[in-house]
């Protein structure tokens, strides 16, 4: 993914000194996959001595979504999706971490992608002392829920084929438009990388992968792809909302295909 881009660096530590004084800001960096988001959070991290923290980091376990799968709809058996997050215990590390004194040390969960799970506890990282600021970076944190005729039609095979009478879709629009708005309810501000269109997410994601692999992005073998591609659908409604205005966010940069910032709305 490369390094961050100075300017949006230098804009997050505008918004952490915009923030409250007396306890950490709760700032968060959304975007697109592959927008860049999760690098823009850790190197503001590193840089103004605050916490990152991914939404990925407290999906559900395996054993939990297995559950969601049966008794809710098969679909919410793959991560990503508002509903498949672990909203209680993040709120709890913002918590933890709001209330830190200098020699506490607050264990932040990781998720194993390639196993599909929670890593124990004891494999977690540790943030030694109190932040100076949370940064949560997360797709869809921020995002408003849809209509519900807007619904009614899929906008992909994913949903034509396994979701055709919008039951999934329905409860992640009602998860958009509850917990996750709660949740986002919270924070002193969001900062919003568009992306310039949902046609380059595929291209952002696969060199994630690419980079992640150790190869460059035109040799991704096809059948990964097409894996990615497939994928991607599961945030494709929501994705596309946002990017046509479905989000509420103090600061908007819009990216271009480079994920380079060019114009700002706050």
């Known amino acids: 993914m490369g390094r961050a881009n100075p300017g949006l660096v230098d804009l997050v530590g505008r918004l952490i000194a915009d923030g409250p004084k007396d306890s950490p800001p709760l700032i968060a960096v959304v975007g697109a996959q592959g927008s860049g988001k999760t690098t823009l959070a850790r190197a503001a991290a590193e840089r103004f001595g605050a916490v990152q923290i991914s939404i990925d980091d407290v999906y559900l376990t395996r054993a939990e979504r297995e559950a969601m799968a049966r008794e809710v709809h098969p679909l919410f058996l793959t991560r990503g999706p508002p509903g498949t997050h672990d909203l209680d215990l993040l709120q709890q590390l ?83 438009g509850g917990a996750y708005a709660d949740f986002i309810a919270r924070f002193d501000a969001v900062l919003f990388l568009r992306a310039p269109s949902f046609d380059v997410v595929l291209d952002w994601r696969c060199q994630q992968e690419a980079d992640l692999l150790g190869v460059a992005p035109a040799d991704l073998p096809a059948a990964e792809r097409e894996r990615l591609a497939g994928f991607i659908q599961y945030f494709e409604r929501i994705t596309r909302h946002m990017l046509d205005g479905g989000v509420k966010a103090d600061v908007v940069v819009q990216l271009d295909r480079n994920r380079l910032p060019g114009s700002m709305d706050a």
């Open 94 to 176: 913002i918590d933890a971490l709001s209330a830190a004194g200098p020699a506490d040390e607050t264990r932040i969960p990781d998720f194993d992608k390639r196993g599909d799970d929670r890593r124990p506890i004891e494999a977690w990282r540790v943030f030694r002392g109190r932040p100076s600021a949370i940064l949560i970076d997360a797709w869809c944190l921020g995002a408003l829920p849809e209509d519900a005729a807007a619904l009614a039609e899929p906008v992909n095979a994913l949903e034509a084929d396994h979701d055709p009478d919008s039951d999934w879709r329905g409860a992640v629009n009602g998860f958009v």
